[in-house]
């Protein structure tokens, strides 16, 4: 799950940018393979941070990846930040901070819920979010059909048995319902700020929403070199480049077609889970995960633009 998970698309990518930004050296790789690293990127990030999880609690490991996304981007728009207060009105700001409290109430439940369960498991319920969004904005009839898909898939997960546990899949729900909120708010926020003004922004407000239940929850931890540094590298590898990838390859390729791939990620972050971290699934679950994989790709095809939220 990318720092900007929605911009160009329902399922993925970075907020519109205006400006001469761009990416140095990533023109000549094909988008549907920078999509790809961006992916492997997000997923090989969540199982180094689960890897953190015997020696600190995964709020501590989120505010931690937070804060390197936010000091980054805060970094790349730092002329544009100094002006915003002044040359924003209170709605825009607004929009900002909404963005910013959905990026961080849905990376904190994504932690929470990939500390219990698989992370395969994890991400694939999360993908009702987005593809919730997807199928709202359709209203297409035959879009019923992904809908009893992706829920058969949930279905499958949930009666799964082995590691799957109620409250993991409750926060996976509510990382989903947050990654919802931050594909509406990002497009709205896409509107008003240029470039990356307004996702640096939403990052300080997330960064300084989650800072307190970081610092209770990890305490003096959040000290120990070793581990900074290994939070420091979730927050480039979850965060960072899968932005810049996704946000490259979002100026070469239709929205829909980044959708589909943006589809594959449960599949991906279940072969992370059995790499990194030994989660092996079983066949329900890797059915399950088919599903849900199915009925996103099948929802993305054929969408021409993700949903505006209306002007403030």
């Known amino acids: 799950m990318a ?9 993925g990518g970075a907020p519109r940018e205006t400006g001469r930004a761009r990416a140095l050296s990533l023109g000549s790789v094909p988008p549907p393979a920078l999509v790809l690293l961006g992916i492997v990127s997000v997923q090989v990030g969540a199982g180094v941070a689960k890897h953190l ?8 490991v989120v505010t931690m990846r937070l804060l390197t996304s936010a000091i980054v981007l805060a970094f790349v728009a730092r002329k544009a930040l100094r002006t915003v207060l002044r040359d924003h009105s209170r709605s825009n700001l607004a929009v900002a901070a909404g963005l910013g409290l959905a990026l961080a109430s849905m990376n904190f439940s994504f932690y929470q819920a990939f500390s219990r369960i698989p992370l395969g498991v994890t991400v694939t319920i999360e993908f009702l979010g987005p593809l919730t969004v997807a199928i709202l904005a359709s209203r297409r009839p035959r879009d ?4 009893v898909l992706a829920g058969a898939g949930v279905v499958l997960l949930a009666r799964g048995g082995g590691d799957v546990d109620v409250l993991g899949i409750v926060f996976a729900l509510l990382a989903g319902v947050g990654w919802g909120a931050y594909i509406l708010l990002t497009a709205a926020t896409g509107r008003r700020f240029s470039g990356s003004t307004g996702l640096a922004l939403a990052s300080v407000v997330g960064s300084a929403a989650i800072l307190p239940l970081g610092v209770a929850s990890g305490g ?21 480049i899968p932005y810049s990838l996704e946000l490259e390859a979002l100026r070469r390729m239709p929205a829909s ?3 589909i791939l943006m589809s594959l990620e449960p599949a991906v972050a279940a072969l992370v889970g059995v790499a990194i971290l030994g989660e092996v699934l079983t066949g329900r679950q890797w059915i399950a995960v088919g599903c849900v994989i199915v009925a996103c790709a099948g929802a993305t095809r054929g969408q021409r633009n993700p949903p505006e939220a209306p002007e403030a």
Request: charged share 10%.
């Open 3 to 11: 720092l900007a998970e929605a911009p160009g698309s329902t399922f």
């Open 53 to 60: 999880f015997d020696r600190m609690p995964p709020t501590a």
């Open 144 to 147: 019923l059909i992904w809908v």
């Open 220 to 240: 003096g931890t959040l000290l120990d070199p070793e581990l900074l540094l290994i939070g420091v590298s979730v927050g480039l590898l979850s965060s960072v």
């Open 257 to 259: 077609v980044f959708g």
